[in-house]
Each structure stands twice: as C-alpha cells, then as structure tokens.
C-alpha cells in the first residue's frame, strides 16, 4: 500500500521557520523524484521544490534561499526546510513522489497546512 505523510506544518509569524517531513511506504523511494507542492486558496498548485535520488534541489525562484529540500533514502524520508517564511507562503503543502522511469507511478500525500502570519 502507498503512503505519503506530511507532517510539521502549523502556525508561524512571518520571519520564522518550519520543517515539513514526508515519510512514505510502498513506493520506490530512490528511484523517484520527490517533490513539494503547494496550493494557495483561489489558486493553483505549484511546484516547490523537488529532488532526485542523488541530486541537488531545484527550488520555484519565489523560495530560493529561503527553503531547502532533502532526502534520506534510507529513511524514505523527504525534507523541506523553510526558513524566511512569509505571509504569500501561507498554503497547504503536499509531497509528490513520481517514478524517474515510470512516471505513471505518481502519488501524492494528504497535505498539510502552513499558516504565515504577518
């Protein structure tokens, strides 16, 4: 059975920081692209930030610097620090995991929310 948890959103003032988890199951974790999306009300989803299993993150240009994305393939944990949080970061943010040779194998966890206040 697939799973995708997200943990670690909630309530934070403008400034601080958040580290949001993905623990997943049942899924190829190294052999997939993990991402983070998230969707604002009245608007779409975007793409944050995503990783593949031995790279580097690519980052939206709205969190560059301010967010980091990692993994632990052995954990089949994802990561997203986020440091510098503004109010316009306020969404529900949700963990993607997409298959690098299959990309029909694309799950999505429940989301979580992320509040910024000013």
């Known amino acids: 059975q697939v799973r995708l948890v997200e943990s670690g959103g909630g309530l934070v003032q403008a400034g601080g920081s958040l580290r949001l988890s993905c623990a997943t199951s049942?899924?190829?974790?190294?052999?997939?692209?993990m991402g983070w999306y998230r969707q604002a009300p009245g608007k779409q989803r975007e793409l944050v930030a995503d990783?593949?299993?031995?790279?580097?993150?690519r980052y939206a240009d709205s969190v560059k610097d301010r967010f980091t994305i990692s993994r632990d393939n052995a954990g089949s944990t994802v990561y997203l620090q986020m440091n510098s949080l503004k109010p316009e970061d306020t969404a529900v943010y949700y963990c993607?995991?997409?298959?690098?040779?299959?990309?029909?194998?694309?799950?999505w966890g429940q989301g979580t929310q992320v509040t910024v206040s000013s």
């Open positions: 990783i593949i299993g031995g790279g580097s993150g």
């Open positions: 993607n995991a997409q298959h690098l040779r299959f990309p029909q194998l694309n799950y």
């Open positions: 049942g899924i190829a974790f190294s052999a997939s692209t």
